[in-house]
């Protein structure tokens, strides 16, 4: 993975590339602390962390691990005099960089290092998969207690959210990837809506949006439920959105622009004439964060890669009334994967 960040350096003629942010740090040494310094040069590659992190950054990580304070007197040593950081640092941490690091001249970047964690590796794709396996399976029992408990009081969206993480722990999930979303009737016009004790009841959507972590990567899924029978404006809603995903994950291929993807799941709505209520980008990387390269917006410049993994997630957000969300995790490939072996169409949404 370094070998791709020395080229890098090679290429912007820097002499070398310090790693600040937790997750960049934790992707390319192994090293999982909340702190340290991970220094990579044209020549080697170097962890340095306080004496809390030493015996453990060790242990985690295959690269060399030196005491924090040998930091400042190393660069001075390497004579290094351009040194490429991340943009995603706060202001207390580049003055910091500044005092250890005089006479330097640094040089901010922006999605270096996540633009490698996009592809992943077989071992991480795998790790994906169980989260995904797990996603389905709680879903299923989901729906089985929806079905048992639809005419109980206590059915809320907090209840269910609850149960979410229950069956996603028993299942061997790590933890959930975000809070859960569930989201009925008009809460679910709001694309993000925290649970609350909403009583769950008939004749409108309910929103499920959650996933799981599993070997420290992330997983994602929605589908909207309709609990009962819905009426024709419902279904046109839910078969607009169905057919805008199915568009767009068929332009996730090898080497198209992200905004492609966009584009087109964004066109279907809009002809639809939902196009005002299509409020946030169509999808998203996942891996180590819940949100990666590439960025699914209009504007988006990255370009699709084999073996990264990404999300397709258009929707139609209706004020007072509901809405509708479909989302699924797809590895890009020759053969794109889709991840979730749950249908979606709204026959099978139906309870």
């Given at each position: 993975?370094?070998?791709?960040?020395?080229?890098?350096?090679?290429?912007?003629?820097?002499?070398?590339?310090?790693?600040?942010?937790?997750?960049?740090?934790?992707?390319?040494?192994?090293?999982?602390?909340?702190?340290?310094?991970?220094?990579?040069?044209?020549?080697?590659?170097?962890?340095?962390?306080?004496?809390?992190?030493?015996?453990?950054?060790?242990?985690?990580?295959?690269?060399?691990?030196?005491?924090?304070?040998?930091?400042?007197?190393?660069?001075?040593?390497?004579?290094?005099?351009?040194?490429?950081?991340?943009?995603?640092?706060?202001?207390?941490?580049?003055?910091?960089?500044?005092?250890?690091?005089?006479?330097?001249?640094?040089?901010?970047?922006?999605?270096?290092?996540?633009?490698?964690?996009?592809?992943?590796?077989?071992?991480?794709?795998?790790?994906i998969e169980r989260g995904s396996a797990i996603i389905?399976?709680?879903?299923?029992?989901?729906?089985?207690?929806?079905?048992?408990?639809?005419?109980?009081?206590?059915?809320?969206?907090?209840?269910?959210?609850?149960?979410?993480?229950?069956?996603?722990?028993?299942?061997?999930?790590?933890?959930?990837?975000?809070?859960?979303?569930?989201?009925?009737?008009?809460?679910?016009?709001?694309?993000?809506?925290?649970?609350?004790?909403?009583?769950?009841?008939?004749?409108?959507?309910?929103?499920?949006?959650?996933?799981?972590?599993?070997?420290?990567?992330?997983?994602?899924?929605?589908?909207?439920?309709?609990?009962?029978?819905?009426?024709?404006?419902?279904?046109?809603?839910?078969?607009?959105?169905?057919?805008?995903?199915?568009?767009?994950?068929?332009?996730?291929?090898?080497?198209?622009?992200?905004?492609?993807?966009?584009?087109?799941?964004?066109?279907?709505?809009?002809?639809?004439?939902?196009?005002?209520?299509?409020?946030?980008?169509?999808?998203?990387?996942?891996?180590?964060?819940?949100?990666?390269?590439?960025?699914f917006s209009p504007a988006s410049e990255d370009v699709?890669?084999?073996?990264?993994?990404?999300?397709?997630?258009?929707?139609?957000?209706?004020?007072?009334?509901?809405?509708?969300?479909?989302?699924?995790?797809?590895?890009?490939?020759?053969?794109?994967?889709?991840?979730?072996?749950?249908?979606?169409?709204?026959?099978?949404?139906?309870?």
């Open positions: 993975m370094t070998n791709q960040i020395h080229d890098y350096l090679v290429e912007k003629k820097l002499d070398a590339f310090l790693v600040l942010t937790k997750i960049n740090r934790q992707y390319l040494s192994g090293f999982t602390g909340s702190a340290g310094y991970l220094v990579i040069s044209k020549r080697e590659a170097v962890l340095y962390v306080d004496g809390r992190y030493f015996l453990r950054a060790k242990k985690e990580s295959g690269m060399p691990v030196r005491k924090l304070e040998r930091l400042s007197k190393d660069l001075v040593l390497a004579k290094y005099k351009k040194i490429a950081i991340e943009d995603r640092i706060s202001l207390r941490e580049f003055a910091s960089l500044k005092k250890i690091g005089k006479g330097v001249s640094w040089k901010s970047t922006a999605n270096v290092i996540e633009n490698v964690r996009a592809v992943k590796t077989k071992a991480q794709l795998k790790a389905d399976k709680t879903f299923e029992q989901i729906k089985k207690y929806i079905r048992a408990y639809i005419n109980k009081y206590e059915l809320t969206e907090a209840k269910i959210a609850g149960l979410i993480l229950k069956y996603g722990t028993e299942l061997d999930a790590e933890g959930l990837a975000f809070d859960p979303i569930v989201a009925f009737g008009s809460n679910a016009a709001s694309p993000h809506h925290f649970p609350s004790k909403t009583r769950v009841g008939r004749n409108n959507f309910l929103l499920l949006d959650f996933g799981f972590k599993v070997g420290n990567y992330h997983s994602d899924f929605t589908r909207t439920l309709f609990l009962g029978r819905p009426t024709g404006f419902q279904a046109k809603v839910y078969e607009t959105v169905l057919h805008s995903q199915l568009k767009a994950i068929a332009k996730v291929q090898i080497g198209n622009k992200a905004s492609l993807v966009d584009q087109t799941a964004r066109k279907v709505i809009t002809q639809a004439g939902f196009g005002k209520y299509f409020t946030h980008n169509t999808g998203h990387g996942v891996g180590l964060e819940i949100h990666e390269q590439p960025n699709l890669k084999v073996n990264s993994v990404v999300t397709v997630e258009p929707g139609i957000y209706l004020p007072g009334k509901f809405g509708v969300r479909i989302e699924d995790m797809i590895t890009v490939a020759k053969q794109p994967k889709i991840h979730s072996k749950i249908p979606k169409d709204l026959k099978s949404m139906i309870i």
